[in-house]
């Protein structure tokens, strides 16, 4: 399990662990352009929206079973902002830091999906979890800590959240995003976004794909049947929705899942099995039910 082994304290530290991290993101294995693509062998643990949430990563990476084979695979979404703030301020920016440590012990097997909330950290655009401006609560705590440093370790968090893909595939046919653009929005949308890499234009403005994809809610069958067919995808798991069960099917291809409610779950899939909305729902493991005293961890 990761430790924390980083001194957070210490910015140089600090900013080469997120430069590192993010380098190795976009370096791993199954990278391509801003999709991960996994083969139709091992396992696929997928997480909902975490939010800063401590006791749910630790479940989370108990389960993943990293260290135990190389073809166990973590997804992990929507790490920052959380409702719980100190002192007035918000210190998600150390679980970004815990899932960097993660990504360097395990480059090709742990994949951060980008959020619309690394995004809006990312891009400056406010957005709240309730407790007011997140990013500005976000980026109060990083002034407060690093000081005469805190640019260089906030350009380093920018650098890591740019390296986080926007997509993993299976070669099952399961695509997993933070979302999916509204259906009213499809016009604009470009679908190569996820076969190219991006660009720092492709984050600019709430007209951007990138936008469309991590900010959507609306969602058809039939946009849906275009997009997995314009992907080779049968089934998507998103995040973003808000999910007071912990996950639930939306129509005929789409399931929601959240972990960072009382009642967050995470999906346990064979890469081997075909995916479909109803299988997806029989795999899920209540966060809850998870003890981390056990051996097994990451």
């Known amino acids: 399990m990761s430790t924390g082994a980083t001194d957070l304290n210490n910015p140089e530290a600090t900013v080469e662990l997120f430069t590192s991290a993010g380098q190795a993101m976009h370096e791993a294995a199954h990278r391509s352009g801003s999709i991960v693509r996994l083969p139709r062998h091992g396992r696929l643990l997928v997480s909902g929206d975490l939010h800063d949430h401590l006791d749910h ?37 150390r679980m970004l830091a ?9 480059p090709d097997q ?30 109060d705590a990083v002034d407060w800590v690093y000081g005469d440093d805190a640019q260089a370790v906030t350009e380093a968090i920018e650098t ?57 809610r609306r969602h058809e069958d039939t946009q849906l049947d275009m997009l997995a067919k314009r992907w080779g995808v049968t089934t998507f798991c998103i995040g973003h929705q808000s999910v007071p069960e912990g996950i639930r099917q939306d ?12 009642n967050g779950m995470v999906i346990d899939w064979p890469l081997d099995r075909d995916p479909s909305p109803e299988a997806l729902l029989k795999a899920a493991v209540h966060l809850q039910s998870v003890s981390i005293t056990e051996g097994g961890g990451s």
């Open 110 to 139: 742990v994949h951060v999906v980008l959020g619309n909330h690394e995004l809006s950290q990312l891009t400056r655009r406010a957005v709240s979890k309730g407790a007011g401006n997140s990013v500005a609560l976000f980026q």
């Open 251 to 262: 129509g005929p291809r789409l399931v929601a899942i959240n972990s960072d409610r009382a």
């Open 57 to 93: 990563w630790y479940r989370i990476q108990h389960l993943a079973k990293l260290p135990e084979s190389p073809e166990h695979h973590v997804v992990v979404q929507e790490l920052i902002h959380g409702d719980r703030l100190l002192n007035g301020m918000d210190f998600s920016y």
């Open 98 to 106: 815990r899932v960097a440590e993660l990504v360097l012990a395990h």
């Open 160 to 216: 890591f959240i740019a390296a986080m893909p926007l997509a993993v595939r299976t070669e099952s046919g399961l695509l997993c995003t933070h979302s999916l653009p509204a259906v009213d929005r499809m016009g604009a949308f470009e679908p190569e976004i996820l076969e190219r890499p991006l660009r720092p234009a492709d984050y600019e403005g709430s007209g951007s794909s990138i936008y469309m994809l991590t900010w959507g």
